[in-house]
């Protein structure tokens, strides 16, 4: 069984930063693509960022030159460092990652940006 758990929300002021780390422990062969999505209250989850585990990155329009992806295929981890942040950027952040042919969610980390 493979558990991926999500830490370093929090509250944060606008134009601040934060870094999420995902982490995936059990049985794993191999990572194949992680990602961030995140979910505001009364929308639909969305794509946050992707990454492959070759390095390639894809992201949203709307965090594209704030946010930054990244992964450490040794330790199974993936991070988020977030800069300059809105507020509409609160959401719970959630990371997913899939080592064919499964794929996992995890619980979700609140984010939120408020004065």
């Known amino acids: 069984q493979v558990q991926v758990v999500e830490s370093g929300g929090g509250l944060v002021q606008p134009g601040g930063s934060l870094r999420l780390s995902c982490a995936a422990s059990?049985?794993?062969?191999?990572?194949?693509?992680m990602g961030w999505y995140r979910q505001a209250p009364g929308k639909q989850r969305e794509l946050v960022a992707t990454i492959e585990r070759s390095g390639s990155t894809n992201y949203a329009d709307s965090v594209k030159g704030r946010f930054t992806i990244s992964r450490d295929n040794a330790k199974n981890t993936m991070y988020l460092q977030m800069n300059s942040l809105k507020p509409e950027d609160t959401a719970v952040y959630y990371c997913?990652?899939?080592?064919?042919?499964?794929?996992?969610w995890g619980q979700g980390t609140q984010v939120t940006v408020s004065s």
């Open positions: 059990g049985i794993i062969f191999r990572l194949d693509t």
């Open positions: 997913h990652a899939v080592s064919a042919p499964y794929a996992y």
